[in-house]
């Protein structure tokens, strides 16, 4: 079982920056895939960003691209993004998300964590 909790969400003025967290617990949980969804109210959940199990390969989704990193550190199995440059239409929860299999930008991910509000004012 793999347990993901995210941390490091708030209240942001346009332009500035935020470091999403997800510290994971589970067995073997360093060799997942890891990806970041967001979801704002009334809208479906979607793809922000993912990394490989080894951080070598990562994806953005278009309207990140540029202004968001995502990285990861197995030795402490947590997951990072970094958000600069934020904009209001940024504001949603974000989830982090695991899977044991190939990246995607599907949410088929098999573990989630509760999520975390960012809110980006203007």
């Known amino acids: 079982q793999v347990q993901l909790v995210e941390s490091g969400g708030g209240l942001v003025q346009a332009g500035g920056s935020l470091r999403l967290s997800c510290a994971a617990s589970g067995r073997t949980v360093s060799t997942y895939v890891k990806a970041w969804f967001r979801q704002a109210p009334g809208k479906e959940r979607e793809f922000v960003a993912a990394?490989?199990?080894?951080?070598?390969?990562?994806s953005y989704a278009d309207s990140v691209k540029g202004r968001f990193t995502i990285s990861r550190d197995n030795a402490k199995n947590t997951l990072y993004l970094q958000m600069n440059s934020l904009k209001p239409e940024d504001t949603a929860v974000y989830y982090c998300?695991?899977?044991?299999?190939?990246?995607?930008?599907?949410?088929?991910?098999?573990?989630w964590g509760q999520g975390t509000q960012v809110t980006v004012s203007s």
């Open positions: 990394i490989s199990w080894s951080g070598g390969s990562t």
């Open positions: 998300a695991a899977r044991y299999s190939v990246v995607t930008t599907l949410p088929e991910y098999d573990y």
